[in-house]
């Protein structure tokens, strides 16, 4: 059917890495830009990063830039996340969402279950 | 960047009652608005997309209004299912930023 399983969660040190994985499956994922969004405990949620259909674009949040990387793998349906420099505020539930369109930016109709990550000593 | 505000951040109400949540956009989004709807541990659910559109499957009780930078959901008669927690989100330009939020909550 139709999802978005992401994987690769848990915990890890603060200056440590860690690397999601989303696997797509159901639709056509290289026709998609995909995002990643994540949710601390109790808080709100913060959208992470963008990258196009091909790949060839992204775009990230200023708090993650330059620590985080977003790619796919459009041969394997598969979206990652390359987090490093990983700090206690990064503490989090990491989805991976798609928007409705292929053609253009839009809302989030599909999203994963998310993956967790926690940050600590 | 674009800076979603919400209010309020949560609201008491009984099944039956309308329900108004708003969100007020820092600057123009035009209608680069949804709104979804999130349960305890689950992912986020689109309700509505280009600020008024009712995403296929979505109650017609849910409605959303505005442009510019005011919008609102409309709940017209809240029901059980319905006590979550709301979030506006743009889509007009990077980054793309949510609101903080209103918790629906039983009153």
């Known amino acids: 059917q139709v999802q978005l399983v992401e994987s690769g969660g848990g915990l890890v040190k603060p200056g440590g890495s860690l690397r999601l994985s989303c696997a797509a499956s159901?639709?056509?994922?290289?026709?998609?830009?995909m995002n990643w969004i994540r949710q601390a405990p109790g808080k709100g949620l913060e959208w992470l990063s963008y990258i196009s259909s091909s790949g060839n674009n992204m775009f990230y949040v200023d708090s993650v830039k330059g620590r985080f990387t977003i790619s796919r793998d459009n041969a394997k349906n598969s979206l990652y996340l390359q987090m490093d420099s990983l700090r206690a505020e990064d503490t989090a539930v990491y989805y991976c969402?798609?928007?409705?369109?292929?053609?253009?930016?839009?809302?989030?109709?599909?999203w994963g279950q998310g993956t967790k990550v926690t940050v600590s000593s | 960047d674009i800076q979603m505000t919400q209010s309020p951040s949560t609201l008491s109400a009984s099944v039956g009652d309308r329900v108004i949540i708003t969100c007020r956009a820092s600057q123009s989004i035009s209608s680069w608005l949804a709104w979804y709807q999130q349960k305890p541990g689950k992912a986020p659910k689109l309700l509505i997309y280009k600020a008024s559109t009712l995403e296929s499957g979505v109650p017609s009780r849910f409605s959303g209004s505005g442009s510019g930078t005011e919008f609102t959901l409309t709940i017209s008669s809240l029901q059980p299912d319905d006590f979550a927690t709301y979030y506006c989100q743009h889509y007009h330009s990077y980054p793309w930023t949510f609101g903080q939020g209103t918790k629906v909550e039983i009153k």
């Open positions: 159901g639709f056509t994922f290289s026709d998609y830009q």
């Open positions: 969402a798609r928007p409705r369109s292929i053609y253009y930016d839009d809302a989030f109709d599909m």
